[in-house]
């Protein structure tokens, strides 16, 4: 715990004129001694006790995935799809299991940006965004071993299960 809020206060003080961006770790890696996770098909999933719905909603209109994420389309795109390799353009609301919001790039006006499925962003994201095609909003929850597991980063507790509406706005192939 002290580490971690040592983190978010050097994080705090070293923040730019926009503020201090939580998210900011989704591109720039993952937290000190943290593996990038293979893609989708290649990830082994969660073990066999964490086989359930992790949201309050009981996965109502969710897709549970083999890895633990669970995904649900709100609008389906029409444009180009997103695949691995692809940089890809995402706005995102980021909120924790209890509601409470701790990023967002909507208010901002600049989407993330990030190469699919490159280990670049948390394991839940590259997996999330697979598939969606611009113009399509999903969102995703996102259980701990996809997301930030037993660390934790900033105001994301360790474990937390991370709820994120996406918007995939643009596809570079």
Same mark, same amino acid.
């Given at each position: 715990?002290?580490?971690? #809020?040592?983190? %978010?206060?050097?994080?705090?003080? /070293? !923040?730019?004129? +926009?503020?201090?961006?939580?998210?900011?770790?989704?591109?720039?890696?993952?937290? %000190?001694?943290?593996?990038? &996770?293979?893609?989708?098909?290649?990830?082994?999933?969660?073990?066999?006790? $964490?086989?359930?719905?992790?949201?309050?909603?009981?996965?109502?209109?969710? *897709?549970? *995935?083999? /890895?633990?994420?669970?995904?649900?389309?709100?609008?389906? #795109?029409?444009?180009?799809? %997103? %695949?691995? #390799?692809?940089?890809?353009?995402?706005?995102?609301?980021?909120?924790? !299991?209890?509601?409470? =919001?701790?990023? /967002?790039?909507?208010?901002?006006?600049?989407?993330?940006?990030?190469?699919?499925?490159?280990?670049?962003?948390?394991?839940?994201?590259? =997996?999330?965004? +697979?598939?969606?095609?611009?113009? #399509?909003?999903? $969102?995703?929850?996102?259980?701990?071993?996809?997301?930030?597991?037993?660390?934790?980063?900033?105001?994301?507790?360790?474990?937390? =299960? +991370?709820?994120?509406? &996406? =918007?995939?706005?643009?596809?570079? !192939?």
């Amino acid at each position: 715990m002290r580490r971690i #809020g040592s983190l %978010a206060r050097s994080l705090r003080r /070293s !923040a730019g004129p +926009l503020g201090w961006r939580p998210v900011a770790p989704l591109v720039h890696g993952l937290p %000190a001694g943290r593996q990038p &996770c293979p893609v989708a098909p290649h990830l082994a999933g969660p073990p066999a006790t $964490q086989q359930r719905w992790l949201s309050g909603d009981n996965g109502q209109g969710f *897709q549970l *995935q083999a /890895s633990g994420l669970q995904l649900q389309d709100l609008v389906v #795109g029409g444009g180009a799809t %997103a %695949a691995v #390799g692809n940089m890809v353009h995402v706005h995102y609301t980021g909120r924790l !299991a209890d509601g409470t =919001e701790f990023d /967002s790039s909507v208010p901002r006006g600049e989407p993330i940006q990030f190469l699919l499925g490159r280990g670049m962003v948390i394991p839940g994201w590259d =997996e999330g965004i +697979l598939g969606m095609q611009v113009g #399509g909003k999903r $969102q995703l929850i996102i259980p701990p071993h996809l997301g930030y597991g037993q660390q934790g980063i900033g105001p994301i507790p360790p474990n937390a =299960e +991370l709820h994120f509406e &996406c =918007e995939l706005v643009e596809v570079d !192939a």
